[in-house]
């Protein structure tokens, strides 16, 4: 198979490549909701898609929100069943004046396809169509497969939650199978084994009863957005740069000292790291590699910052509110739901006595790590090894897929992330990019996963 993936590549990239702009050029930005004719069009071009390289029963599933992409191929009831998840979703492009190209109107330079999805995950989800296709012309199918592919993942895929649990029995499966991730270098690929979970709350506070002149009442009365100011820089030690939210530590796992090991085995140059980002240094929790804050240690930081005059020149008020968008990042066994709760709790008692307090919760989602001694994982290391020529590196991501905790808990299915993009990507940035080497390399290694995967099983 492995030689007959590479040819067939070879003969068909360029169209490939072609069928993904098309996908790229449809805005499916799934918070605005001035894109929901858009984010039904990719729907319905995946569903295409699906039809063309030969899935069965594809359909566009109505949901409350943005549909749901289903397509099948069930070969034989004794083969083990791949579950593909994936999501045609973007971010919003926002800034739009950072791109050097507009967002979806996709562009190759440098051996990249710039354009918003291009990596997450239009261009990740697309691979796993064209391996589907691959080894359907082939004739090399070696298990069922069931596509899932979702429009609601930048949103929290709360609807996804939904169709899953009432649809058990059509997505029985061995194993789910994601490639929305991103592996360690070109030359050093890697199997994400671990997801940070997520708490996502945001605050607002109310000082005076309507925006005030500064120079009337400012030194008397309380400003909300100094005060949130003061809240928020509280909430982390300035030493230590631990949480100091109580209790937010209680349910953290430390890592073993092997994984602690492994994470310590992986290649990374500080100086670039900080080079490509353009800071002097890092600062995160002590006592902790850069690789480990990022990945296996819990977070906490503002997304977004709202209050006075933000309009051009200066205008002297003292406003009478001020908000803020918080996430917390979760590692394994805190709960998204105990945390936001112990957030809130902690929130209102540092509360000074001038402001009124709220606290919203927005969409969560559950830590996850993936176990390596199985044979799913096995098959996966053994496909890279078969195209990369070297073993593939178990890492840690320290972003989140909240829906991989629901297949475990609600499918009873583990996750395989075999992801192919980059850190530097820029996903949910501007200048969003996915290099064809990284989208052929993912179509090349996906079809031998099937195959070491169904050989595996038969043992
Ligand atoms: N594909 C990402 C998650 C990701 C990125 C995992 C990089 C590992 C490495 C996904 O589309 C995403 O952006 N998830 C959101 C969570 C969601 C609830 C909005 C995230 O991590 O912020
Ligand atoms: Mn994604
Ligand atoms: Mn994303």
Not at 64 to 73: F, L, R, T
Not at 85 to 101: E, F, K, M
Not at 212 to 239: E, F, Q, R
Request: a negative charge.
């Amino acid at each position: 198979m492995k030689e007959e993936v590479k040819e067939y590549i070879g003969q068909n990239k360029d169209r490939f490549v072609n069928e993904l702009l098309d996908l790229l050029r449809i805005p499916s930005v799934s918070a605005d909701p001035q894109y929901k004719n858009d984010v039904a069009r990719a729907a319905e071009y995946v569903k295409g898609q699906l039809i063309a390289a030969g899935a069965e029963h594809v359909e566009v599933c109505k949901t409350d929100g943005h549909p749901i992409v289903y397509g099948d191929k069930l070969i034989d009831p004794k083969l083990p069943t791949v579950l593909v998840y994936g999501h045609y979703d973007v971010q919003p492009a926002d800034p739009i004046d950072l791109w050097t190209s507009p967002p979806f109107e996709p562009v190759i330079k440098d051996e990249k396809i710039f354009a918003r999805g291009s990596c997450d995950d239009k261009g990740q989800m697309y691979m796993h169509v064209k391996a589907f296709e691959f080894m359907m012309k082939n004739n090399s199918l070696p298990c069922n497969v069931k596509f899932m592919i979702e429009g609601e993942e930048e949103v929290g895929s709360v609807n996804l939650g939904i169709f899953v649990k009432a649809n058990k029995e059509k997505l029985k499966s061995d194993v789910c199978l994601i490639s929305d991730t991103s592996m360690l270098a070109n030359d050093i690929p890697s199997i994400t084994v671990g997801l940070r979970g997520l708490a996502y709350v945001e605050v607002e506070l109310v000082g005076p009863n309507r925006d005030l002149h500064s120079g009337t009442y400012g030194g008397a009365v309380s400003n909300p957005i100094n005060a949130l100011c003061d809240m928020i820089s509280s909430l982390i030690d300035p030493v230590t740069r631990k949480i100091t939210i109580p209790g937010f530590y209680d349910d953290v796992e430390d890592i073993s000292a092997e994984e602690k090991k492994a994470i310590s085995e992986i290649p990374f140059d500080e100086v670039e790291y900080k080079r490509e980002l353009g800071i002097k240094e890092t600062r995160g929790e002590k006592g902790y590699s850069i690789i480990e804050q990022a990945s296996t240690r819990p977070t906490l930081d503002v997304n977004g910052i709202k209050g006075g005059y933000i309009g051009e020149g200066a205008k002297t008020v003292l406003p009478s509110k001020a908000s803020a968008k918080i996430s917390m990042r979760l590692v394994p066994n805190q709960k998204s739901e105990k945390i936001a709760h112990l957030f809130a709790e902690h929130f209102k008692k540092i509360t000074p006595p001038s402001m009124t307090v709220k606290v919203d919760f927005h969409h969560g989602g559950e830590p996850v790590v993936v176990p390596m001694d199985c044979i799913e994982y096995q098959a996966a290391s053994m496909a890279y090894e078969d195209t990369f020529g070297k073993k593939p590196l178990p890492v840690r991501a320290g972003g989140s897929i909240p829906i991989v905790a629901l297949f475990e808990n609600e499918l009873g299915v583990k996750s395989m992330m075999m992801g192919f993009g980059l850190d530097t990507d820029n996903i949910h940035s501007p200048n969003e990019n996915f290099g064809i080497f990284n989208f052929l390399k993912g179509i090349e290694t996906l079809p031998l996963f099937y195959k070491h995967y169904a050989d595996l099983k038969k043992k």
